[in-house]
């Protein structure tokens, strides 16, 4: 199988089978090929925020005819889910929709942003045997340190987790007809301490999610 597995860090990128594999040419993102087993995986550090790693799908698709797209890498945590790695069952995008005098209204991404509310999650791979508790993540280009709007995402969209990267990769998948997949670890309470929590929880995050992506690609 070829897997393009996306980290928008290079400290998620380089925790994952850290020193393996070939470095690819080019300028961005950052490509590192790893055979191992049965599976061809070209790992790229893409940047932040959902154009940044939607735009890299698309090339690990069209350049190196990945037949599965996966995400790795860091999250906040924003329900009282228990764990700190887990399994990305369903994706939405939390920042598409209509600012209303009243309110934010979120709509599935695409869509024409009026009419009733209604949230369409984007479902992934069933789980090969991750054995990580199951979670929804919301994405969005902003990071999360409101515990209010952290209680409105868990509310409005049944969110767990909240990244800036993954929702785009599964829109992404969608449309081309490729199945996708994840794991993200958390490092903050997407609250106040939040900015302080990332950095200083980040490099043991990634590994946590590098090693859990290891051993599902394994199961694969």
Known sequence: MRIGLLAALDEE???FMPGVGEVLPGAWPSLRRIETGAHSIVLASTGIGKVNIASAA???HARHGVDLLMTVGTAG????IEGDCFYLARAVQHDY????PEAFVH?????WPMGPAHVEPYEALPDPGSDLPAACIASGDAFIE??????????T??????????????????QAGLPWAGIKATTDDANHDSAGDFHANLLAAARRAALAMERLIARL
């Open 13 to 15: 990128a380089d925790a």
């Open 97 to 100: 929709g209509a600012r209303k």
């Open 146 to 155: 409101d515990a209010g709007y952290a209680r409105h995402l868990v509310a």
């Open 157 to 174: 969209l049944d969110a767990d987790i909240v990244d800036m990267e993954t929702a785009a990769v599964a829109q992404y998948a969608a």
């Open 107 to 111: 709509y599935p991404p695409g869509a």
């Open 58 to 60: 698309a090339l690990l």
């Open 77 to 80: 945590k924003l329900s009282r």
